[in-house]
């Protein structure tokens, strides 16, 4: 109760949903792993769930660390027998368990292949393809649309069947010589845990009833990020059975406003139809965001709520919006130094209006687009620091060809700070 205490009423009703499908639409900043793993403690607490009956899920390593630390914070020694884990990290293991006599020749010591090797195997399949290779199909590019395959759940076989042109199907023979490859080295991607779990699982239904009897209650942190192939393995683990009483116990956080990882599988779209394949869900939306002002949300919103493709979610902030304070300010630019040169006077009317350069921050998408930005706050003599990366201007790289140049103009001069083209 004093847990529940500290959390506002969107949260709590998240926390102390009844068992059965419950999707939480978390919008940025509401709080939603603290939800995820106070819904774990509730539980154990309340449900009278053993800890090693939860499996909680989320997709990246450094992700799974912080659950796994705020849960032994929460729980403590309670916490011991409870798997919380990468889709990834969690299939392996299962694999490495049980894959061995179940599934061809793989044994429970395959090797996981990383980017060179696939490229390596990728390569060999086209270099064995009859007749000549569409253009643009590189190794890169085939491991990209067979990982796009594998996330949709598709062996070389359907896809081929279901190839839309010629180029698809040259894929789909690549995909078939890429599979046999790995197959024969006892080696598997990373896809490949997800899509070789899915399988031996249906494959195997008295596999499937022990991990179903094992992992009563799934949490899925992020599920914005869910591709179909994880998609499916998660509804194949919660799917009802005698041991369930018919009950699944699946609860999911996410919010497809967020959702960024396209380029990876991700299907965001996978939220938005939750409720169509989990018709007796559960929906809660946290609409509280405890990290921004309210123009920064109200921005937000107004880019996304005419999106047909993601249900829009407004927030309301929990801080207190100033008086007098300014909403976003949005300039456009015809390239990058008209645009560096605007920041540059607009931190000079700041300064002008009595406001500290520490106060202030500039913000960029990637590590190149400093190079204009640092060449107009030089050239306005305001100063600067980078902060996460070393600064255009104090590169090696660069040091050292402006103080070769520096050598080049001035013979005489002794302080060049020549390092590398001496």
Known sequence: MHLLSSLNP???????????????????GSGKTRVLTLRIAHLIDHHGAQPGQILALTFTNKAAKEMRERLRTLLGSRARGLVAGTFHAVCARLLREQIAGRLGHYTGDFSIYVADEQLQLAAEALDAATGPAPLLIEPEELLRRISRAKSRMLSPRLMARFAPDPIERFVAGCYGRYQRALERANAVDFDDLILLTHRLLSEHPDLLEACQQRWRHVLVDEYQDTDPSQHALVELLTRPGPQRDGRRSLFVVGDGMQSIYGFRNADHSIIA????????????????????????????????????????????????????????????????????EQIARGIGELQRQGRRLRELAVLYRTRHMSRPIEAALRHARIPYSVRGSVGFYDRAVVRDALAYLRAVNNPADNLTGLTRWV
């Open 10 to 28: 969107e949260q709590r009703a998240a926390v102390t949903a009844p068992i059965g499908p419950v999707l939480v639409r978390a919008g940025a």
């Open 273 to 340: 139809r939750f409720s169509h394949d989990f018709p007796d869900a559960r929906v809660i939306e946290l609409t509280t965001n405890y990290r921004s002002r309210q123009p920064i949300l109200d921005a937000a919103y107004a880019v996304i709520r005419h999106s047909k493709a993601v249900p829009p979610m407004a927030l309301r902030a929990a801080g207190v919006t100033l008086p007098g304070e300014r909403c976003i300010l949005i300039n456009e630019a015809k390239d990058g130094r008209e645009e560096a």
